[in-house]
């Protein structure tokens, strides 16, 4: 059907897979309410449905899945399972969605669906769970959006992938697949394990992982979209999200390598301490649970996992520098202070590898 | 049967050979290599030593794949086949998710046999070639699951320990290093002893806060060795090097030994390969990092590390690992040296340098996903598509002797094609099982919703009717 343009005669048709976009959409009422002087959330979602629309446009066998990333749930919007489905038929009014003659089936069936599912999200959001709900589900919708992918990328449906498991040279795959997450609110540090786990899942199955952040600071995303090779792009005019979303999201992942996709260079890989959440350059970290410190922990015991540390080979470490006395007696103050100095710059300079002596 | 010939000639060669170098008295130990050459071709032979008379040795029980296939109500095989395909994936699955503690900073070798028991085609296109591929997928693995760990690889010829590559934690140079072995072929006879002494030198300098360990690829059923190989096992033991083994054609009693005694008595990890299948698994079992079974076998210790900002450049420089020029790269915290990869050591200062991804990486060994159980078909109602995927369940059977089927079924597998996680209590299929607990190490359910404590009346809208009583 691809073919019928008889363009594959020039393009040598490396990669005519299809493509899946999984978009998941960040609806934390609080965050978007913050924008809606620029961008409500309705408008939002009226271009990410065109986005949608255009990206099924380009090939008959594109596929797409919607999950809504709320505050305390994340669930899928498009597709949906049957009892969502039927109420989608519902609220669609008096015209049956199927039989429409001016709109694309497929175009109809997604915009309704996701509609419908997206107003049934919004009406089981109530007052009072916003109260502080300043938070949104990404790790849950990261892994959803991964399950999904999973099961469609998958080449073989009995799960007979000859040559092992993932990892495996020349695995192929019968989608290409990729993730957008339209985000407008930050990170949330409890949800730190779990999103990288789904981050490096991701950069295992090959998926990129694209960031339209809108609004907020992420500093996870911006490393999922590094990790995964994906787009990041930092909003600067949110009205405009469609152009934005046209212009840089919109190629897949085998059109990406003739392009020059926008990314993020400064990438804020600096880690946290665990016990005073400072952004550190030089840390220590426990061998046995990888805990951080930005100093040795008071008695050298780690805090999160309760074991003694061995902190010896630290070769002293912000300790009292070694002195080493001499037993000249005559001249003892003058050579005290010299070896001080000297000692104390043998001791910086150390390896945490080679015990200083 | 030209193949099944010249195999059996090769078998035929490899004893002759152990049985010339214990007689030309070369080396000092040949006898006790030529034993254990000995022992496991009597034991292919299939005459035992008394202890194992009374039980059938495993090639005794003749398995025919064709035995377990049964044909379905509707006379195809396609319903069989799936469920068998469904049991083999979550036989895969069902290890033990205890949380424990591992060795998570690893030091390891990886042998590699390329003697002349290497060339046999038992294993496609011969047992050397596919070993040095899957030796490629391995070293892939460690990286990816020991983000901060060295690896160096040896290998076993003509008699002697040949360097590979050395201990490292750049998986690109360990991957070239064993590509260039392709052109080559296996040659001689293999030398454990060797192997194992130039191991432990190797692994002398390895700091006490990370593990020592070998693994070897063993192909060949001798090893001609210069010394008392019991004596080098002792010297592992003491030097607190785990060995493991994946044998390629059958058991030695040497490799046994061997794993027994430098991994405290546990003979699990020696496996002897049936097929290429089995092969790589065995062989990517070893990535996982070991347990820690005594406060003795690893010091823990505090490491100082650099996190260091990654910096673009407008003109490139040269950076101090390889000396190649880059555009951009990271500076070394401590001493502001650049280097173009990471994780790394600064070759100026020392200083370990990793991304704190690279920690994150290793955490999901820490807090393994819990296994999921089978769902019986009375709890299965609630659900009708997988909750990850969307994947239709089957519906439950009208009848109710059917209903009140035990979850587990005869091969493992769950009666409703369901598997529940034991916390949010949301059902999956088998491939979101797998997957989660393969790849992703994330419940998505529990991930997607707010722990129960927190919830007020309904606000897991959708979730709420999946929950079982």
């Keep these: ?357 | 049967m030209a193949d099944s010939d010249e195999d059996y000639i090769a078998t035929d060669d490899e004893e002759i050979g152990a049985h010339n170098i214990s007689k030309s008295g070369r080396h000092r130990g040949a006898g006790g290599a030529a034993a254990t050459g000995g022992s496991g071709a009597r034991s292919k032979n299939g005459s035992k030593p008394g202890g194992g008379a009374q039980k059938r040795e495993r090639w005794e029980d003749i398995k025919r794949s064709w035995d377990n296939v049964v044909e379905g109500e509707d006379g195809s095989l396609s319903s069989t086949v799936a469920g068998l395909l469904e049991a083999g994936k979550r036989k895969r699955l069902l290890k033990d998710t205890t949380p424990l503690q591992r060795g998570i900073i690893r030091h390891l070798i990886l042998i590699l046999d390329l003697s002349s028991a290497m060339m046999e085609k038992d294993f496609r296109p011969t047992r050397y070639l596919l070993s040095l591929r899957y030796a490629c997928d391995f070293v892939r693995e460690y990286f990816e699951q020991n983000p901060i760990s060295q690896l160096g690889v040896l290998g076993m010829r003509d008699g002697l320990a040949v360097r590979i590559s050395d201990l490292s934690g750049n998986p690109v140079d360990h991957i070239e290093a064993i590509g260039k072995l392709r052109l080559d072929e296996g040659k001689g006879a293999p030398s454990l002893q060797n192997a194992l002494e130039m191991s432990r030198a190797a692994l002398f300098h390895a700091p006490s806060h990370g593990t020592r360990e070998v693994v070897i690829v063993f192909g060949a059923l001798l090893s001609s060795d210069p010394g008392d190989i019991h004596q080098t096992i002792s010297h592992l033991v003491e030097d607190k090097i785990r060995v493991s083994v994946v044998g390629l054609s059958a058991q030695v009693a040497v490799c046994r030994e061997l794993c027994k005694r430098t991994n405290a008595g546990d003979e699990g990890v020696y496996g002897v390969a049936l097929d290429d299948k089995h092969f790589r698994e065995l062989l990517l079992d070893t990535t996982i990092p070991p347990v820690t079974r005594s406060a003795k076998m690893s010091a823990s210790s505090l490491l100082m590390m650099g996190f260091p900002s990654r910096m673009v450049e407008k003109t490139a420089s040269l950076c101090a690992c390889h000396s190649t020029l880059t555009k951009g790269g990271y500076l070394c915290s401590r001493c502001s040296t650049k280097v173009c990869a990471l994780p790394m050591e600064c070759p100026a200062c020392g200083l370990t340098l990793i991304l704190s991804t690279h920690l994150a990486r290793s955490y999901h060994h820490l807090f393994p996903l819990k296994n999921w159980v089978e769902v019986p078909w009375k709890a299965a109602s609630k659900s009708t598509h997988c909750y990850a995927c969307q994947i239709p369940f089957p519906h439950p059977p009208a009848k109710p002797e059917e209903l009140s089927a035990p979850a587990k079924t005869a091969t493992g597998t769950s009666v409703s094609s369901r598997y529940a996680c034991t916390i949010c209590h949301n059902h999956f299929c088998i491939d979101c099982d797998v997957f989660c607990h393969e790849t992703l190490y994330n419940c998505p359910a529990c991930q997607s919703s707010v722990p129960k404590g927190r919830i007020s009346n309904g606000a897991r809208g959708r979730s709420d009717p999946m929950e079982v009583g």
């Design chain 1, 1 to 357: 059907m691809d073919t019928v343009d008889a363009s594959a005669h020039y393009s040598q048709s490396v990669d005519e897979k299809p493509s899946l976009l999984v978009l998941i959409l960040d609806t934390n009422p609080y965050a978007w309410s913050t924008l809606s002087a620029t961008l409500p959330l309705e408008r939002a979602l009226a271009s990410i449905l065109i986005f949608l629309n255009v990206h099924m446009a380009f090939s008959h066998a594109n596929r797409v899945a919607v999950i809504a990333s709320h505050t305390r749930s994340a669930r899928f919007l498009y597709p949906t399972t049957t009892s969502t489905t039927t109420a989608a038929g519902g609220s669609g009014g008096s015209e049956d969605p199927f039989r429409d003659a001016n709109k694309y089936r497929q175009f109809r069936l997604i915009e309704d669906q996701v509609q419908a599912s997206f107003a049934e999200l919004m009406r089981q959001t109530t007052a009072s769970e916003l109260v502080d709900a300043k938070e949104t589900m990404m790790a849950g919708a990261l892994g959803l959006a991964l399950g999904y992918v999973n099961r469609l990328v998958r080449v073989d449906d009995s799960g007979g992938v000859v040559g092992g498991k993932d990892g495996a040279v020349g695995e192929v795959t019968s989608m290409n697949a990729r993730i957008l997450v339209v985000s407008v609110s930050g990170d949330l540090a409890e949800q730190y394990v779990p999103v990288m786990n789904s981050i490096f899942a991701a950069q295992r199955k090959k998926i990129p992982i694209d960031i339209c952040k809108v609004a907020g600071e992420t500093v996870f995303l911006q490393q999922a979209s590094d990790t995964t090779r994906g787009i990041y792009m930092q909003l600067e005019h949110p009205e405009s999200l469609l152009q934005y979303l046209m212009m840089c999201f919109i190629p897949d992942t085998a059109t990406r390598r003739h392009l020059v996709p926008p990314t993020q260079v400064n990438v804020d890989f600096r880690a946290a301490c665990f016990c005073h959440k400072n952004v550190v350059d030089i840390g220590f970290v426990c061998s046995i649970c990888l805990s951080i410190f930005c100093t040795p922990p008071e008695g050298a015991i780690c805090t999160t996992c309760n074991t003694k540390l061995d902190i010896s080979a630290l070769g002293n470490f912000g300790g009292k520098p070694a002195v080493v006395l001499t037993k000249k007696k005559k001249t003892k103050k003058l050579k005290q202070s010299k070896a001080t100095s000297f000692s104390n710059e043998a001791s910086a300079t150390s390896t945490p590898g080679t015990p200083a002596s």
